[in-house]
């Protein structure tokens, strides 16, 4: 019962084959498995976040205005030191 050579090639390259394609397709079922998975976490997290852009655009208006209050004060203050300035100047002229 002698073994033709060729012919115990092409087995191992069936067999080889075969198993090649079996890990293929567990990877691949893994790997939407993972897929899936990881899409689940980015909903969670971009629906948290649109969610914190509400907060956010809060934060930013408020900021706004605050920012607007104070350049109001300090060009109130300005003028009125301006104005104080140009006062005394205008009193030392008339001596």
């Known amino acids: ?25 567990v990877a691949m079922i893994n790997l939407i498995k993972t897929l899936k998975k990881v899409n689940k976490i980015v909903d969670d997290v971009d629906y948290k976040v649109s969610k914190l852009n509400g907060l956010f655009d809060i934060i930013d208006n408020t900021t706004d205005v605050i920012n607007t209050f ?6 109130g203050i300005s003028n009125g030191i301006s104005w104080l300035i140009n006062r005394k100047k205008k009193g030392d002229n008339d001596e």
Do not use: G, P, Q, W
Request: aromatic letters at 6%.
């Open 1 to 25: 019962m002698v073994v033709d050579l060729k012919e115990l090639f092409v087995v191992i390259l069936f067999i080889s084959l075969i198993i090649l394609i079996i890990t293929t397709t």
């Open 70 to 75: 104070s350049d109001k004060i300090a060009t």
